[in-house]
């Protein structure tokens, strides 16, 4: 584990003057419960833009809860790309802003993932206190140390066997590569199918090549060019989760990369069924030169936010078919199925079958200053990071 980057002493004292005139409540000081009441401390926006200059630390009290609301205390929350995406106002579903937290101007908290422990439970709330829970759909608001919802939007973790990191990274990126993996294009084991990825080492990408090694698929991964070591380190660390085969983005983008994956394939033979994209650009029609006549590109990000041109012949003559997408409508569409999949993942972890991404834990106690907490954040735009940011919850 490391520990994530800090903003420069300057910056961090700009931070902490605006969040002073958003909140002066802002001190150091242990939560204190008087008639159940729980105080909080969120971080929060009341307008986009870049994570350093608007998020502030806020600081509240949740009211005990009654009928089916509960009262979570967060213990381990990820800091994914579409959540700083949302802090800028540039992803496609946006939190509301609004005063229900006390802020003075209209604000949103951000945070798509957690995973939550029961403090408290009202009466008609299917759940109880010390119950783990993570969210059922995005744009909960998880960038936080407690809050209040309602039971019907968190669902209920058996919390044996895992790490409440394990359990709060699960329900975006593990999801979206057992989908991607299986709603698509039917892959099969037994003829030696293979898929092919970019962005092989984000979450998404080390659990398609643990899922894909789990039901016998073949796979190449393509990763963005590392010098050295660091290159050599990175191949070896994808081969040993399950990839056949790990390229650069230079080596796929090179001519002689189709008549190599012909060469994987037994002169073609077998077929490339799948190719999953999360870049964009000239790396994924990279990929759809090598997929097999009538295999499915599917994306779901659009990190070099370079548009793809198709050559004309990949559609003619090999019926290539181009997908999208997107886990959170996917969620919202098909709740049952994500709760199913969910579950499945997790016995995965609970069996050593599906390992966690590296990561840099991010510590959040009652006295951690706003400055860390959005250094870290402003941490996760930064180039090659050596784990995915993560808040670990302490005392709050």
């Known amino acids: 584990m490391s520990r994530a980057t800090t903003l420069s002493g300057p910056v961090r004292r700009a931070i902490f003057s605006y969040c002073q005139a958003f909140n002066t409540s802002n001190k150091h000081r242990r939560p204190i419960s008087t008639y159940g009441y729980t105080q909080a401390k969120s971080l929060v926006y009341s307008k986009y833009g870049e994570p350093k200059d608007v998020l502030c630390l806020h600081t509240h009290s949740i009211s005990p809860p009654h009928s089916t609301l509960l009262t979570l205390r967060t213990l381990a929350a990820p800091l994914n790309p579409a959540d700083i995406n949302q802090i800028q106002g540039t992803y ?4 509301p802003f609004t005063t229900s937290l006390g802020t003075p101007t209209p604000s949103a908290v951000p945070g798509n993932e957690a995973c939550f422990e029961v403090l408290a439970a009202g009466s008609s709330a299917p759940f109880r206190k010390g119950d783990w829970a993570i969210a059922k759909h995005t744009g909960l608001g998880t960038w936080r140390t407690h809050l209040q919802v309602d039971a019907s939007r968190v669902l209920r973790v058996d919390k044996q066997g895992l790490t409440p990191a394990q359990a709060g990274t699960v329900a975006v990126n593990p999801v979206t590569a057992w989908r991607l993996l299986g709603d698509f294009v039917p892959l099969d084991a037994a003829k030696r199918d293979w898929f092919v990825q970019n962005g ?5 990408g080390r ?12 796979s190449i991964a393509i990763v963005r060019d590392r010098p050295g070591a660091e290159g050599e380190a990175l191949h070896r660390e994808l081969h040993a989760l399950g990839a056949t085969h790990v390229v650069s983005e230079t080596e796929a983008l090179a001519r002689d990369f189709p008549d190599r994956v012909k060469a994987w394939t037994d002169n073609g033979r077998e077929a490339v069924r799948l190719a999953l994209n999360c870049v964009g650009g000239k790396p994924a029609v990279a990929m759809a030169k090598v997929l097999s006549a009538g295999g499915h590109l599917v994306t779901y990000g659009a990190m070099s936010r370079q548009p793809m041109a198709v050559p004309a012949g990949m559609l003619i003559f090999k019926n290539v078919v181009f997908e999208g997408f997107w886990v959170s409508r996917w969620s919202e569409e098909r709740p049952e199925e994500k709760e199913r999949t969910v579950e499945a993942l997790l016995e995965m972890v609970r069996k050593g079958e599906l390992v966690d991404v590296p990561t840099a834990e991010v510590p959040w106690g009652w006295g951690t200053g706003v400055g860390e907490l959005v250094g870290a954040v402003q941490g996760t735009l930064e180039g090659y990071r050596r784990g995915k940011g993560g808040f670990v919850f302490g005392e709050t």
């Open 92 to 95: 496609p579903s946006l939190p």
């Open 200 to 204: 092989a080492n984000s979450g998404v």
């Open 207 to 218: 659990a398609a090549l643990q899922l894909g090694r789990h039901w016998g698929y073949r």
